[in-house]
């Protein structure tokens, strides 16, 4: 089966279409993008209806801000980790500490602006747990792994010819990171560089992340390792 991945900005964020023979979606992109994603379908010639899933790597609301919409565009259903599902339905806003002397900064800066973004709440699906689940049924070779660490129920999409879409699991754009890399931003860095063990482990091969190009995950081996 061939896969075609397709890049659309919604907001602040990367959000995926990986292309089988369905369409899965990866993350909902900041709030108010609904128009923003109907022009993306539209200029990439994809029928909403086609779109058979949508897997939400984490609650952070840059990722979540427009789900409710792209859910009522696509019909598609939500899919998201049990430990964070209470985040999107209940409209909450949660945020991750700095790791970092800059990440620290950055989510000051965060603080100050959040009680301005609103979120949609949307209900959720799909609810994931701690065992990979495949995307087979939904037209994807591939699976959703849970990799926590940037927040408890952090997820990543690994196709099986080596694409890791990992959500803040890794950043690489600028404000937030110069370079690719580890998260400025996480819960729990132990936990974040385990799970990028599973996904080395697993085959990642090349990393797709929510903000920045993508990059060889052989960057995200010597980070760990260091």
């Known amino acids: 089966m061939s896969i075609i991945i397709h890049r659309v900005r919604l907001g602040y964020d990367n959000c995926y ?6 369409i899965v979606m990866i993350d909902g992109g900041g709030p108010g993008q609904s128009a923003a994603f109907g022009k993306a379908l539209r200029k990439l010639a994809i029928d909403p209806r086609d779109v058979k899933l949508i897997v939400i790597t984490h609650g952070h609301w840059d990722h979540v801000g427009s789900a409710k919409a792209v859910k009522e565009i696509t019909g598609a259903p939500i899919a998201m980790h049990q430990s964070e599902k209470g985040w999107l339905e209940g409209a909450l806003k949660p945020l991750p500490p700095g790791v970092t002397p800059w990440g620290r900064v950055f989510a000051g800066i965060m603080a100050l602006f959040l009680p301005l973004v609103h979120v949609p709440p949307a209900s959720v699906d799909v609810v994931l747990g701690d065992e990979a689940v ?3 049924s939904y037209g994807v070779p591939g699976k959703v792994l849970h990799t926590p660490g940037h927040s408890p129920g952090s997820v990543s999409v690994l196709l ?23 998260p400025i931003l996480a819960e729990d860095m132990k936990k974040v560089k385990e799970s990028w063990g599973l996904l080395l482990d697993a085959g990642a091969e090349t990393v797709y992340p929510a903000h920045g190009n993508p990059f060889p995950s052989e ?8």
């Open 160 to 182: 099986d010819t080596g694409e890791a879409f990992v959500g803040d699991l890794a950043m690489a754009g600028f404000p937030l990171r110069f370079r690719p890399g580890l």
């Open 17 to 22: 279409l990986i292309r089988g023979d369905g």
């Open 134 to 136: 495949p995307l087979s």
């Open 219 to 226: 960057v995200m081996r010597r980070a760990i390792s260091l």
